[in-house]
T-cell receptor, first 117, second 111 residues
Framework: AQTVTQSQPEMSVQEAETVTLSCTYD???????LFWYKQPPSRQMILVIR??????QNATENRFSVNFQKAAKSFSLKISDSQLGDAAMYFC??????????????FGQGTILTVHP | NAGVTQTPKFRILKIGQSMTLQCTQD?????MYWYRQDPGMGLKLIYY???????DKGEVPNGYNVSRSTTEDFPLRLELAAPSQTSVYFC??????????FGQGTRLTVV
């Protein structure tokens, strides 16, 4: 079974500082994609960053970057120069690209990020 | 281009009633999903579909049914509503292995 685990229910960071959100996943498939989504109080789901499992290079998107450790099945999100607008719930997700469950997109439990001015 | 449209936005059901949550996307996406999100919790996959005529169970399918007769529509059916189905429901769609577009959510309360 495919599982995604976020072990940090809540995190906080000072404005302009750096914070790292943790995520581990488990799948027997070798072909998959990993995502981080942001959900502000509006409930809208916003894609933050995407990583292809076959790529060794860590994805970056402006102030957001990931540390993808395939062997450890770890996919953490680093937010640099944190801004007040980064405050939200963050979800890690895994999308299977092969096997009998291809197309299955599973989310973690979420991490609430608070940014202090 | 409307994206993913969910209706209704809010609904109150009595125990034992039935209803269908509608989801339509106009992006010709092949993958569609239904999730539920309980307060302060993550998204749990109910059902998903990788194309018209194909549906599969997710993590929490009990009490729900889906169909995918067209590429655009992926309705979610609740047959006998129970208080445990009180939640916010999200529909999402994607084209292949890229970005999933989400609807605005449906807040359902079963009393």
């Amino acid at each position: 079974a495919q599982t995604v685990t976020q072990s940090q229910p809540e995190m906080s960071v000072q404005e302009a500082e750096t914070v790292t959100l943790s995520c581990t996943y488990d799948t027997s498939e070798s072909d998959y994609y990993l995502f981080w989504y942001k959900q502000p109080p509006s409930r809208q789901m916003i894609l933050v960053i995407r990583q292809e499992a076959y790529k060794q290079q860590n994805a970056t998107e402006n102030r957001f970057s990931v540390n993808f450790q395939k062997a450890a099945k770890s996919f953490s999100l680093k937010i640099s120069d944190s801004q007040l607008g980064d405050a939200a719930m963050y979800f890690c997700a895994c999308l299977l690209a092969g096997g009998t469950s291809y197309g299955k997109l599973t989310f973690g439990q979420g991490t609430i990020l608070t940014v202090h001015p | 281009n409307a994206g993913v449209t969910q209706t209704p936005k809010f609904r109150i059901l009595k125990i034992g009633q039935s209803m269908t949550l509608q989801c339509t996307q106009d992006m010709n996406h092949n993958y569609m999903y239904w999730y539920r999100q309980d307060p302060g919790m993550g998204l749990k996959l109910i059902y998903y579909s990788v194309g018209a005529g194909i549906t599969d169970k997710g993590e929490v399918p009990n009490g729900y049914n889906v169909s995918r007769s067209t590429t655009e529509d992926f309705p979610l059916r609740l047959e006998l509503a129970a208080p445990s189905q009180t939640s916010v429901y999200f529909c999402a769609s994607s084209y292949g292995m890229y970005l999933a577009f989400f609807g605005q959510g449906t807040r359902l309360t079963v009393v």
